[in-house]
T-cell receptor, first 110, second 114 residues
Framework: GQQLNQSPQSMFIQEGEDVSMNCTSS?????WLWYKQDPGEGPVLLIA?????ELTSNGRLTAQFGITRKDSFLNISASIPSDVGIYFC??????????FGAGTILRVKS | NAGVTQTPKFRVLKTGQSMTLLCAQD?????MYWYRQDPGMGLRLIHY???????AKGEVPDGYNVSRLKKQNFLLGLESAAPSQTSVYFC?????????????FGPGTRLTVT
């Protein structure tokens, strides 16, 4: 099936630092989404991107839809302890189905 | 609004036993989905439904069956559980049309098959 390569697999950063993670694919996607999963919970949608080149912010989070439509990145500015969790990228190929990356585990040192 | 709810939250089965996981949503969403989440593998789609009375296979459908008799409910069944089905199962729902990809997830069911 389709695969999304998400990196890094995990990161351990100091509170206050900025964070970057990205997702790449060999396939072109129509939409990119970023989800966050807190421990013991289901994923929650953070940002949805609909057009190539689009840059969208949600508070301290900024995400971009790559111009080739094969990648996306997520930045978190000034990280805080509640940013810990697993961040997933997801791509929409067509219709209503999503393909998910394996996730980036974020740990923040306070 | 409760959003998407799942029951049960935890379950332990013996190999060969059967069970049904229930998902309910109160957002009047047309589409519903079942995923499984395994360590290091993200979320993989098992089955999905685009409306009441319809179901379709996802990426990993083998060993599972689903039913969507009411718009707000989506059931996932395991007829004969296997240890390979030990996983965390998530249900999700979404609107149809342009926002169908913005999926809303339930809290998950952690299933262990011994």
């Amino acid at each position: 099936g389709q695969q999304l390569n998400q990196s890094p697999q995990s990161m351990f950063i100091q509170e206050g630092e900025d964070v970057s993670m990205n997702c790449t694919s060999s396939s072109i996607f129509n939409t990119w989404l970023w989800y966050k999963q807190d421990p013991g919970e289901g994923p929650v949608l953070l940002i949805a991107l609909y057009k190539a080149g689009e840059l969208t912010s949600n508070g301290r989070l900024t995400a971009q839809f790559g111009i080739t439509r094969k990648d996306s990145f997520l930045n978190i500015s000034a990280s805080i302890p509640s940013d810990v969790g697993i961040y997933f990228c997801a791509g929409q190929l067509g219709g209503n189905k999503l393909v998910f990356g394996a996730g980036t585990i974020l740990r923040v040192k306070s | 609004n409760a959003g998407v709810t799942q029951t049960p939250k935890f379950r332990v089965l013996k190999t060969g036993q059967s069970m049904t996981l229930l998902c309910a949503q109160d957002m009047n969403h047309e589409y519903m989905y079942w995923y499984r989440q395994d360590p290091g593998m993200g979320l993989r789609l098992i089955h999905y439904s685009v409306g009441e009375g319809t179901t379709a296979k996802g990426e990993v459908p083998d060993g599972y069956n689903v039913s969507r008799l009411k718009k707000q409910n989506f059931l996932l069944g395991l007829e004969s559980a296997a240890p390979s089905q030990t996983s965390v199962y998530f249900c999700a729902s979404s609107y149809s049309g342009g926002a169908a990809y913005e999926q809303y997830f339930g809290p998950g069911t952690r299933l262990t098959v011994t």
